[in-house]
Nanobody, 120 residues
Framework: QVQLVESGGGLVQPGGSLRLSCVAS????????MAWYRQAPGKERELVAS???????NYADSVKGRFTISRDNAKNTLYLQMNSLKPEDTAGYYC??????????????WGQGTQVTVSS
C-alpha cells in the first residue's frame, strides 16, 4: 500500500520561511511527476509547484521567486522551500504524486495535508 506523508507545516510570521517534506512509502515501482497543491478555506485546490522525475519544474505565478520545489528520487521524498511567506499563502498544503506500485499501473496519490499559517 502506497502512502504520502507530509510534514513541516506550522505558524510563521510574514516574511518568514518554512520547508515542507513529503515522503512516499510502500510498494513503489516508479514515481513520475510530484507536486504540491494548496487549498485555503472557501477556495478551490490549486497547483503550487510540480517537478518531473528528470527535475523539470513548474510554478504558480503567485509563488515564483519565493518557493522552490525539489525531490530526492533515492529517498522518494519531495520538498517545498517557502521563503518570503505572505498571509495569502495560508492554506492546507497537499503532496501529490503520479506513481506506479509493483502492479505497474500508474495512479494519482494524495497526502493528508499539512497546514501552513502565515500571521503576525
Amino acid at each position: 500500500q502506497v502512502q504520502l506523508v507530509e510534514s513541516g507545516g506550522g505558524l510563521v510570521q510574514p516574511g518568514g520561511s518554512l520547508r515542507l517534506s513529503c515522503v512516499a512509502s510502500g510498494s513503489i515501482f516508479n514515481i513520475k511527476t510530484m507536486a504540491w497543491y494548496r487549498q485555503a478555506p472557501g477556495k478551490e485546490r490549486e497547483l503550487v509547484a510540480s517537478i518531473t522525475s528528470a527535475g523539470s519544474t513548474n510554478y504558480a505565478d503567485s509563488v515564483k521567486g519565493r518557493f522552490t520545489i525539489s525531490r530526492d528520487n533515492a529517498k522518494n521524498t519531495l520538498y517545498l522551500q517557502m521563503n518570503s511567506l505572505k498571509p495569502e499563502d495560508t492554506a492546507g498544503y497537499y503532496c501529490n504524486a503520479i506513481l506506479a506500485d509493483y502492479s505497474g499501473i500508474y495512479r494519482n496519490y494524495w497526502g493528508q495535508g499539512t497546514q501552513v499559517t502565515v500571521s503576525s
